[in-house]
């Protein structure tokens, strides 16, 4: 697989989407979503501009054609069959030829991230780490995984009883099949990434390790081997976002995670992810979010009720 530079260095501002084209509410999405990439990328002349979706993963198979993923900071040819992973919070793009076919799958993370934690923690790394993988075209990854993209539109289009619980366990499935391709496929077609890709993805490591501990942005500089300003540099070029927003974005996720999946009191919580207290936690939390954290959880349980 190819990987070329990007276009250009300059800050960028990076939109935040539930679903491309459409802007991202504040307080929650769909649980999934599925579409056949025929079906949108011709209302945009078949690019698909970078953009980011806060909370939603996306794995897309391209059956037929080609194109360009835009990852991050780097932008890889594609050839059908291929697969891509785009975590929560990662900036993409694609460029398609219009002979592309293939399907993606769009699916709430933290949902996914608590089931996994229970069945399979080693499948956390896939969840979070951006993936695009030309596959052998003798068809037989493909015919592994159209099954369960069949079985997840199926489940979509559905609309019954216990949609949510069936959908996200098919892409729970679907996920243990793209790890297991990752193990098998990475090591033979991954290219050497750049140093600015490398020094990203180590951030997003060091962030989700340390993010129970509040590290300022000076500490996660140093463990880089650069300066806070370069670290800011760093993420404003490449992801359109300050570095400090980048820390606070992961903080939020877990919290909101927490909130929704867990019995853990709000002061619990707080005292986890490192604030002094529940009080400045609830304050950096209404900031961001625009709710106190117990009426996000509230809210949320909510509208899982009724799912």
Do not use: C
């Not at 793209?178 to 140093?195: D, F, H, K």
Request: aromatic letters at 8%; a neutral charge.
């Amino acid at each position: 697989m190819q990987r070329h530079p990007p276009s250009s260095n300059r800050t960028r501002r990076i939109p935040n989407y539930a679903m491309y084209g459409d802007n991202a509410p504040a307080g929650g999405s769909n649980m999934f979503n599925f579409e056949w990439i025929p079906e949108r990328s011709p209302l945009y002349d078949w690019e698909i501009d970078p953009h980011e979706h806060q909370s939603l993963i996306q794995i897309l198979l391209m059956t037929e054609g080609q194109g360009n993923a835009l990852l991050d900071d780097a932008r890889w040819h594609l050839r059908a069959p291929a697969l891509v992973v785009v975590p929560a919070g990662r900036v993409h793009g694609f460029e398609f030829n219009p002979q592309v076919n293939g399907v993606v799958v769009t699916a709430a993370q933290k949902p996914l991230e608590a089931m996994a934690r229970i069945v399979m923690p080693e499948l956390l790394s896939t969840l979070r780490k951006p993936l695009a993988i030309n596959l052998p075209e003798q068809g037989r990854y493909t015919a592994g995984l159209m099954p369960l993209y069949l079985s997840i539109e199926r489940e979509w289009r559905l609309a019954a009883t216990g949609q949510v619980a069936a959908g996200l366990s098919l892409i729970t499935t679907l996920l243990v099949q793209v790890a297991r391709l990752n193990e098998t496929l990475e090591p033979a077609i991954w290219p050497a990434l750049s140093r600015k890709t490398l020094q990203l993805e180590k951030l997003r490591n060091l962030i989700d390790e340390h993010i129970r501990h509040r590290w300022s942005v000076a500490q996660y500089a140093e463990q880089l081997g650069i300066s806070p300003g370069q670290l800011s540099r760093l993420t404003r070029e490449s992801l359109g976002k300050s570095s400090i927003d980048l820390i606070n974005e992961r903080v939020l996720i877990e919290a909101q995670r927490e909130l929704i999946y867990t019995n853990a009191s709000i002061k619990q919580i707080a005292d986890g992810l490192g604030f002094e207290d529940e009080s400045y936690f609830g304050r950096f939390f209404r900031k961001h979010l625009g709710v106190s954290p117990q009426a996000y959880r509230v809210q949320e349980l909510e509208r899982l009720s009724q799912d």
